[in-house]
């Protein structure tokens, strides 16, 4: 099999472990057939589903990264697991976090020093996975079994688990084939659901006319073809310009402030579309499997997205700074809502974004570029917050003035967001400053000013809504975020 790598990657010039990633990846929907039309769960045992989903995927983790680094990972589900069943449910998220970030901590430490500015294939993309989906199950579990129901939101006490989950059933949930690779994540409920199929036994729903309206499996042709479309031609997009425009072309020194600013852009679209080929591509698979499938809507519309993990036109013409950030890395940002931003009380010592962006930059790791656009990240988000408290109301008058409001603000959004975007793939601090000092720091300063001096509050009904939706995008890693 090693053989058949080496050759497609000579072939196609490419690196032999992107190329092996795709490969088992795209075994996805041959394997996905077997699941949907073999082992449904109508028709075979919920364990075989479960054995024969975790064989799949661990034999694909020994393809990757071989006996030693799929050691490390069984370690770390081993004493997650082991920490489920021995501690107290009312304390057991707290130490399950801690030690999952420490270990991720460590192997991200470690792959600096074995492979500083790298960016080959290892262990540590299925370990961060990993880590969101243990410290899921643990937070989960808390819920409930030591919380009072009165104590927990809705999506709380949708996820909630009331026992510790079978051995069996938490290493498929971590090392399933169709996830384990390259995500997306979900929680432990979801993954059950699917595999027992009952995330397709749909509630009946009422027609206009009162008549109940039973639901058969629904169909998988859009949420399967559509979006490998669309990942097929996020990545034609990415080839085209990667090739003509590296990333150090944003630092390089001839540009005018304009022609940055449009070098930018260039560069920062190749490097988007390559996150949603892959984010595109695994969800195409998930739906034909069947775990992207959620339920009906109050209308009986078949609802797809629980791997949805990214929202091209949003991320793309986001009219707003909160909109944008939530659009991208969908379950990342949910994990972030569901451990961080949920959890903390309002007059913690940072603010609830500002800690999620802090925990979003830990679990991404140590290289200082992250670290600086997760911190101005951080500012924009608050400033964007304020600005939009304060301006939008006077535009909405109109359409005209609202749709000329809606330009003037997704340019702005876009374009500003690049100031800190940028700085994640240079990695380093140097190269992060070097970009930043072509624009005299005038964006950062810009953005730290709105949120640090008072402004007129100008809040009103259409506020009251952001805010409530900005509590999950103020918990997302923005669209900085890059696994």
């Not at 001096?453 to 506020?463: A, E, F, I, R």
Request: hydrophobic share 45%.
């Amino acid at each position: 099999m090693e053989s058949l790598f080496e050759s497609i990657a000579t072939r196609a010039g490419l690196p032999l472990d992107q190329v092996r990633y795709i490969v088992l990846l795209s075994l996805g929907y041959p394997l996905g057939a077997l699941y949907r039309y073999v082992l449904k769960p109508t028709q075979s045992n919920v364990t075989l589903r479960h054995i024969i989903s975790t064989s799949i995927g661990l034999l694909f983790g020994l393809m990757c990264f071989g006996w030693v680094q799929m050691g490390i990972l069984f370690s770390v589900t081993g004493v997650c697991y082991a920490m489920l069943v021995s501690l107290p449910t009312s304390a057991v998220h707290l130490y399950t976090m801690l030690f999952a970030l420490v270990s991720l901590s460590v192997a991200h430490v470690y792959r600096m020093v074995t492979d500083y500015e790298g960016w080959h294939l290892d262990f540590t993309g299925p370990l961060m996975l990993i880590v969101q989906r243990v410290t899921l199950t643990a937070f989960a579990l808390r819920d409930g079994v030591a919380c009072k129901e009165a104590e927990l939101n809705e999506d709380q006490k949708l996820m909630k688990l009331m026992e510790v989950p079978s051995l069996l059933e938490y290493w498929s949930y971590n090392y399933n084939f169709h996830t384990f690779l390259a995500g997306p994540t979900c929680t432990l409920k979801e993954y059950l659901n699917f595999v027992d199929g009952s995330n397709f036994k749909a509630t009946p729903t009422q027609n206009g006319d009162g008549k109940v309206k039973t639901h058969g499996e629904p169909s998988f042709f859009y949420p399967v073809i559509g979006t490998l479309l669309g990942a097929l031609v996020c990545i034609a997009i990415h080839l085209v310009l990667v090739a003509r425009y590296p990333l150090t072309e944003v630092i390089a020194p001839h540009y005018s402030i304009p022609q940055r600013v449009l070098i930018s852009h260039i560069v920062g679209l190749h490097i988007r579309t390559r996150y949603y080929f892959i984010w595109l591509f695994v969800e195409s698979i998930n739906n034909y499997i069947g775990l992207g499938f959620s339920g009906y809507d109050k209308k009986g519309k078949p609802v797809w997205n629980v791997c949805k993990n990214i929202n091209v036109f949003d991320v793309e013409f986001g009219t707003n700074y909160r909109a944008l950030i939530t659009a991208w890395n969908v379950t990342t940002s949910l994990w972030l809502r569901r451990v961080c931003y949920e959890r903390l009380p309002p007059k913690f010592i940072l603010s609830r974004s500002m800690s999620s962006y802090l925990l979003s930059a830990i679990w991404h790791g140590f290289y200082p570029g992250y670290y600086l656009s997760f911190l101005c990240a951080g500012f924009m988000n608050e400033a964007a917050r304020k600005m939009r408290r304060l301006l939008n109301r006077h535009f909405q008058d109109s359409v005209v003035t609202k749709r000329v409001y809606d330009v003037i603000t997704t340019v702005t959004t876009v374009t500003i967001n690049l100031y800190a975007a940028i700085c994640f793939p240079l990695l380093s601090a140097e190269s992060g400053l070097k970009y930043w000092s072509y624009f005299y720091y005038v964006p950062l300063m810009v953005v730290v000013v709105i949120t640090v001096v008072p402004l007129p509050d100008s809040s009103d009904s259409s506020d009251s809504k952001e805010k409530s939706a900005h509590n999950g995008g103020a918990a997302a890693t923005g669209k900085i975020e890059t696994k």
